[in-house]
Nanobody
Framework: VQLQAFGGGLVQVGDSLRLSCAAS????????VGWFRQAPGKEREFVAVFGSSGTVTAYSDSVKGRFTISRDNAKGTVYLQMNSLKLEDSAVYYC????????????????WGQGTQVTVSS
């Protein structure tokens, strides 16, 4: 599967933004899809994940209650709705996929999109 993340941009503190991860390839619905982010000088960190079952989701503590992950298998797309954005949410956001494991570790994801920049300003 090939992934393409888009929707990033420059926003202000408190604003909202929706990222999209478009997938090409067969059987997208069978993939676990996660969002990760990486700020300059920091390691890539888990943000949210959506299981292939269609019901299982998980979030990092830093975004829980503000971000929502969803997927539309018919469109082959996973979304990350980001509300109440904070300065510390600024990063390059990546979507990633694997066939089997709902995980917070980027190491288990086999497929990665190119990343989209989110910058939150005051």
């Amino acid at each position: 599967v090939q992934l393409q993340a888009f929707g990033g941009g420059l926003v202000q503190v408190g604003d909202s933004l929706r990222l999209s991860c478009a997938a090409s390839g067969r059987l997208f619905s069978t993939y676990v899809v996660g969002w990760f982010r990486q700020a300059p000088g920091k390691e890539r960190e888990f943000v949210a994940v959506f299981g292939s079952s269609g019901t299982v989701t998980a979030y990092s503590d830093s975004v829980k209650g503000r971000f929502t992950i969803s997927r539309d298998n018919a469109k082959g797309t996973v979304y990350l709705q980001m509300n109440s954005l904070k300065l510390e949410d600024s990063a390059v956001y990546y979507c990633a996929a694997n066939r089997a494991t709902i995980s917070r570790s980027p190491l288990v994801y086999d497929y990665w999109g190119q990343g989209t920049q989110v910058t939150v300003s005051s």
